[in-house]
Nanobody, 117 residues
């Protein structure tokens, strides 16, 4: 059973940066499509960024130019580098893993990101 464990969240001032990490257990990480999602209070969960097993990336318009998703298959880890953060980025950020053409779909517990002066 693969587990996803996020880390790197916290409190940051507007304009600051954070690097989120999601470590996956198990041996199938290299074939997983990975994504970062976020959910702010009172709002629906939304995709922030995704990266396929081939390394193709996709970003939400709200974070384009400010965030970079990357993966290290040797470490079974996906990262989300977030720069120039603003209060609208405040949310719980969750890691997701999917395997194409299967029903495999796993979520991490999430890490809180708070952007406040």
């Amino acid at each position: 059973q693969v587990q996803l464990v996020e880390s790197g969240g916290g409190l940051v001032q507007p304009g600051g940066s954070l690097r989120l990490s999601c470590a996956a257990s198990g041996s199938s990480f290299s074939i997983m499509d990975m994504g970062w999602y976020r959910q702010a209070p009172g709002k629906e969960r939304e995709l922030v960024a995704s990266i396929t097993r081939a390394g193709n990336t996709n970003y939400a318009d709200a974070v384009k130019g400010r965030c970079t998703i990357s993966r290290d298959n040797a470490k079974n880890t996906v990262y989300l580098q977030m720069n120039n953060l603003n209060p609208d980025d405040t949310a719980v950020y969750c890691c997701n893993a999917k395997i194409l053409m299967t029903a495999y779909n796993r979520w991490g517990q999430g890490t809180q990101v708070t952007v406040s002066p």
